[in-house]
T-cell receptor, first 117, second 112 residues
Framework: EAGVAQSPRYKIIEKRQSVAFWCNPISGHATLYWYQQILGQGPKLLIQFQNNGVVDDSQLPKDRFSAERLKGVDSTLKIQPAKLEDSAVYLC???????????????FGSGTQLSVL | QQQVKQSPQSLIVQKGGISIINCAYENTAFDYFPWYQQFPGKGPALLIAIRPDVSEKKEGRFTISFNKSAKQFSLHIMDSQPGDSATYFCAAKGAGSYQLTFGKGTKLSVIP
């Protein structure tokens, strides 16, 4: 089966600019996640969708980050305005269904590497 | 607040040797402990996972050892190969929770 698709692969912007990332999950996967991975650290969950509804966005800096998953399939993550500390790899992941009482396997995309100058 | 502490930060092992990576957690509500493997330029991929009702799980050359009383778990890679060179992340998830908490990762280099 096709994996999680993400684009662009790399993005370089200046601080205060805006940027958007796109993710297409594995077909049929109901749950979609956006993670931020800063160099030298493990991934940190930003937001989690079940179909097109938000399950958890408690760690999303809502003053500058936004995400949507229209029609319950692909998703976009936007940063506006970007700060230097937003430099990281943004990973999208999907799973068949919501992982709560069950331990669903997460499938990660290759990520978008963002550099904010 | 780092809820999952992983060590060492980096590890060099000779081909054929045993690689051991350790993780410790504080939250006793965690009930699912996966390990992810990440190659450069790729996203993490699930390697093996364990629940706290067992003390060990083995899949091929990869084994998780789990010590519930000590709140520690470890990944053992037997007969380590150069192709195992990657960054390994331990993680944990609480019962009924949706969120995985990752450790900071261990960069493993297996030298011929």
């Amino acid at each position: 089966e096709a994996g999680v698709a993400q684009s662009p692969r790399y993005k370089i912007i200046e601080k205060r600019q805006s940027v958007a990332f796109w993710c297409n999950p594995i077909s049929g996967h109901a749950t979609l996640y956006w993670y931020q991975q800063i160099l030298g650290q493990g991934p940190k969950l930003l937001i989690q969708f079940q179909n097109n509804g938000v399950v958890d966005d408690s760690q999303l800096p809502k003053d500058r980050f936004s995400a949507e998953r229209l029609k319950g399939v692909d998703s976009t993550l936007k940063i506006q305005p970007a700060k230097l500390e937003d430099s990281a790899v943004y990973l999208c992941a999907s799973s068949r269904r919501l992982s709560g009482t069950t331990n669903e396997k997460l499938f990660f995309g290759s990520g978008t590497q963002l550099s904010v100058l | 607040q780092q809820q999952v502490k992983q060590s060492p930060q980096s590890l060099i092992v000779q081909k054929g040797g045993i690689s051991i990576i350790n993780c410790a957690y504080e939250n006793t509500a965690f009930d699912y402990f996966p390990w992810y493997q990440q190659f450069p330029g790729k996203g993490p991929a699930l390697l093996i996972a364990i629940r706290p009702d067992v003390s060990e799980k083995k899949e091929g050359r990869f084994t998780i050892s789990f010590n519930k009383s000590a709140k520690q778990f470890s990944l053992h890679i037997m007969d380590s190969q150069p192709g195992d060179s990657a960054t390994y992340f331990c993680a944990a998830k609480g019962a009924g929770s949706y969120q995985l908490t990752f450790g900071k990762g261990t960069k493993l280099s297996v030298i011929p």
